[in-house]
T-cell receptor
Framework: NAGVTQTPKFQVLKTGQSMTLQCAQD?????MYWYRQDPGMGLRLIYY???????DKGEVPNGYNVSRLNKREFSLRLESAAPSQTSVYFC???????????????FGEGSRLTVL | AQKITQTQPGMFVQEKEAVTLDCTYDTSDQSYGLFWYKQPSSGEMIFLIYQGSYDEQNATEGRYSLNFQKARKSANLVISASQLGDSAMYFCAAQSGSGTYKYIFGTGTRLKVLA
């Protein structure tokens, strides 16, 4: 029972390089999210996808792009990485409609990205 | 726009005592959901409790209860009979009910339970 799987778990990039963080969920959830976590700043929403075929900006979308490839997969792309994007990235999913609103979030284990 | 405020960066509590973690929210939505999550030092995020904006009763889940005061826009988490394993970061979150599915977190409170 994998839940939410993120890859890679660790990555070191040089300034200006690009990379894609992959996320997949096997719970048939409709909604998916990307967050970044920085010390003292909690989790900040980068982008989210309420359902397959839709994506929306969150609180801190600049420098990122996303693709909701299908219902299972939601990727996050850094086109030209900057040191300010050094962070821990979490992917999460929720059922979309439930007795608990969109439902609680199920998180991946996180991806630690360092940009030099 | 939604905003979650957690004003306590760190808290200490003695084992077996109760502790309240504060959370205030700001939303113009009539319908919304409030959540609390726990993040142990291992890093995973664990869902604890949910309160819907139309729920009249405060939510409870085992040792966790949510003190929901709608007029004050407050959704404090109460942990009763604290255990050493409760030492972790705790995040309050709000989910928009306006159909946008936006899910916003506060900055968190680090709780340390003392033996």
């Amino acid at each position: 029972n994998a839940g939410v799987t993120q890859t890679p778990k660790f990555q070191v990039l040089k300034t200006g390089q690009s990379m894609t963080l992959q996320c997949a969920q096997d719970m048939n959830h409709n909604s998916m999210y990307w967050y970044r976590q920085d010390p003292g700043m909690g989790l900040r929403l980068i982008y989210y996808s309420a359902s397959e075929g839709t994506t929306d900006k969150g609180e801190v979308p600049n420098g990122y792009n996303v693709s909701r490839l299908n219902k299972r997969e939601f990727s996050l792309r850094l086109e030209s990485a900057a040191p300010s994007q050094t962070s821990v990235y979490f992917c999460a999913s929720s059922v979309g409609t439930s007795p608990r609103g969109t439902g609680e979030l199920f998180f991946g284990e996180g991806s630690r990205l360092t940009v030099l | 726009a939604q905003k979650i405020t957690q004003t306590q960066p760190g808290m200490f509590v003695q084992e077996k005592e109760a502790v309240t973690l504060d959370c205030t929210y700001d939303t113009s939505d009539q319908s919304y959901g409030l959540f609390w999550y726990k993040q142990p030092s291992s890093g995973e995020m664990i869902f604890l409790i949910y309160q819907g904006s139309y729920d009249e009763q405060n939510a409870t889940e085992g040792r966790y209860s949510l003190n929901f005061q709608k007029a004050r826009k407050s959704a404090n988490l109460v942990i009763s009979a604290s255990q050493l394993g409760d030492s972790a970061m705790y995040f309050c979150a709000a989910q928009s009910g306006s159909g946008t599915y936006k899910y916003i977190f506060g900055t968190g409170t680090r709780l340390k339970v003392l033996a």
